[in-house]
């Protein structure tokens, strides 16, 4: 079993549509939560992160965490054709040399 | 402020052949990770370098090596490349201080072993 498992998709959603995508993971010390997207031939840039469990929301963005269900979370709210990328959920435990465990990640298509 | 730049952008080499992939990180970030990416198994976390010491590293065999230089700037090098060596590299860097800060990607290395 991998530390991280992420729905594989891909995922075809139309405008406006909200889209959620999922993480569950097995390492209990995992202490950071984070999102990335990346877009086709670009590195991945951080969307949301989150320390321990709860929400955390930054504009049509909601990030989940529950630590109990080892379980976390990305809603979009009024998805754009913009935000057709491919999305990535990544943890780490604590310290500072803690490296990222990264999903396989989800190709998400947003239709006009 | 400048992002994260990697040089060459686009590789192809011949198997048994050796590759040396550059990053230079943002300016004042002194913590450069390296991680490969393919469409099996994701983004996997081959090591980090701080202050010109390893600090971190992922379960990829002994020919996958880097180092880190006085300015930050990091190299990776694979040698004896093999098929399954063909990848995107990407590195990512970091203020790297005392807790986790957020990691800024480059675009990234294509490599391709023929």
């Known amino acids: 079993q991998k530390e991280v498992e992420q729905d594989p998709g891909p995922l075809s959603v139309p405008e406006g549509a909200i889209v959620s995508l999922n993480c569950t993971y097995s390492?209990?010390?995992?202490?950071?939560f984070m999102w990335y997207r990346q877009y086709s031939r670009k590195g991945p840039e951080l969307l949301m992160y989150t320390y321990s469990s709860g929400n955390k929301e930054d504009g049509r963005f909601t990030a989940q965490v529950d630590k109990s269900s080892k379980y976390i979370s990305l809603f979009i709210r009024d998805s754009q054709p913009s935000d057709s990328a491919t999305y990535l959920c990544a943890m780490s435990e604590a310290g500072a040399n803690s490296k990222l465990t990264f999903g396989k990640g989800i190709t998400l298509s947003v239709r006009p | 402020k400048a992002g994260v730049t990697q040089t060459p952008r686009y590789l192809i080499k011949t198997r048994g052949q050796q590759v040396t992939l550059s990053c230079s990180p943002i300016?004042?970030?002194?913590?450069v990770s390296w991680y490969q990416q393919t469409p099996g198994q994701g983004l996997q976390f081959l090591f980090e370098?701080?202050?010109?010491?390893?600090?971190n590293k992922g379960n990829f065999p002994g020919r996958f090596s880097g180092r880190q230089f006085s300015n930050s700037r990091s190299e990776m090098n694979v040698s004896t490349l093999e098929l399954g060596d063909s990848a995107l590299y990407l590195c990512?860097?970091?203020?790297?201080?005392?807790?986790?800060?957020?990691?800024?990607f480059g675009p990234g290395t294509r490599l391709t072993v023929l």
């Open positions: 990512a860097s970091s203020l790297g201080g005392s807790s986790l800060n957020e990691q800024f």
């Open positions: 300016s004042g970030h002194r913590s």
């Open positions: 370098y701080f202050s010109e010491t390893q600090r």
């Open positions: 390492n209990s010390a995992f202490q950071y």
